[in-house]
């Protein structure tokens, strides 16, 4: 293999430049030529690449988003999306292709994997961190940081004004943030997609809390949360409860920011990760960590199969919520 490409696709996460960095500087020193494919998929489809040295990837380490950009692309849904990728890395000699990002991203991977003429790994960086095969995806980490120390000063002001705040976190199928923020921020609720929300059971726990003496409380929301929309749950327990209360959504805030060392860590394990895998002729595979174990994952597992969230987790935040 001489020439490779890398790209990033679909939303930003934290710590997606330190992978490229590695994925650059690890494919320098195994003497393969890099080339960065500029807004995902999409630019792939336009042939917007740019060759990578060593020192294109310097002073990136510690920035948020991805300087590469990404995009959602449409087009890479489709039969035609597919063959016209397949072609500009043929075109292009582009024989080994990197891609990072969640699962759709991975979609579109497979897909030109089985094409069988440019071989494709796969690095999870979304997040969500709803990807199977891996036990953390870079971004998660910063992520739930961020989210952490909003819901921390939010704590403040709901104590001093004595009101139930529902905060939204993102997550718009699993509720991987919303459960490690919840724990980790004394939450009094966390409602998920992966548990069925029942609101007068909610009601009923806020009553309860309120006897006990509490004076406010910390809902948080997953986006995807099939009760619907933070918006709508928490109109749902005013009806019943007429508390005066307040809604907080903390949507981009949550993609941005300089990236935890623990995702620059996981990045660049990854990132040199997916230059090894290339090196030794694998394709069609998502590089991931499992209990600190480098381990490879058919690309098509990681959106066929689901990964497991401890449910067992919401039961202690009720009960550390005493
Ligand atoms: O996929 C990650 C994610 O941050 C989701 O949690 C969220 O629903 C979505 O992206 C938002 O995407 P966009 O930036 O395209 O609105």
């Given amino acids: ?7 990033t696709s679909g939303g930003d996460a934290p710590g997606m430049n330190a992978c490229i960095r590695a994925v650059v500087r690890c494919g320098v020193w ?52 597919i063959e ?28 030109i994997a089985e094409r069988g003429d440019t071989k494709v790994i796969g690095v999870p ?13 870079i971004g998660f980490d910063t992520a739930t940081n961020t989210a952490l120390e909003a819901i921390d000063r939010i704590r403040d002001t709901a104590g001093s004004l004595q009101r139930p705040f529902f905060i939204e976190v993102m997550g718009k199928e699993r509720g991987f943030i919303a459960l490690y923020v919840g724990i980790a921020g004394g939450a009094e609720e966390i409602l998920i997609p992966e548990t069925e929300t029942k609101i007068e059971e909610l009601c009923l726990d806020i009553r309860r809390g309120l006897k006990r003496g509490k004076k406010s409380s910390i809902i948080i929301v997953a986006e995807g ?23 907080c959504v903390l949507g981009h805030i949550q993609r941005g920011g300089s990236p935890t060392a623990r995702d620059r860590v996981l990045a660049s394990k990854l990132g040199a990760a997916a230059i090894d895998a290339l090196v030794r002729g694998k394709s069609g595979y998502m590089v991931g960590e499992l209990r600190g174990e480098i381990v490879l994952s058919p690309l098509r597992e990681t959106w066929e199969k689901s990964k497991e969230l401890d449910t067992d987790l919401v039961e202690l935040v009720k009960i550390l919520a005493a």
Avoid at 1 to 7: A, E, K, Q, Y
Avoid at 226 to 244: F, K, T
Wanted: aromatic residues 6%; hydrophobic residues 40%.
């Fill in 84 to 111: 016209k990728a397949t072609q500009v890395l043929r075109r292009e000699d582009i024989e080994g292709l990197i891609v990072i990002g969640g699962d759709g991203t991975f979609r579109g991977a497979a897909a």
């Fill in 225 to 247: 949360d099939e009760a619907g929309g933070v918006v709508q749950i928490a109109q749902q327990v005013w009806e019943r409860l007429r508390l005066d209360y307040r809604i």
């Fill in 125 to 137: 960086g979304t997040i969500d961190n709803d990807v199977y095969g891996t036990d953390y995806a």
């Fill in 1 to 7: 293999m001489r020439r490779i490409g890398v790209l």
């Fill in 30 to 81: 195994e003497k393969l030529e890099v080339v960065g494919i500029r807004r995902g998929y999409a630019g792939l489809l336009e042939g917007d690449l740019v060759r990578l040295g060593s020192r294109s990837v310097a002073n990136i380490i510690h920035r948020g988003g991805t300087f590469l950009e990404t995009a959602r692309c449409e087009e890479m849904k489709t039969a035609e999306g």
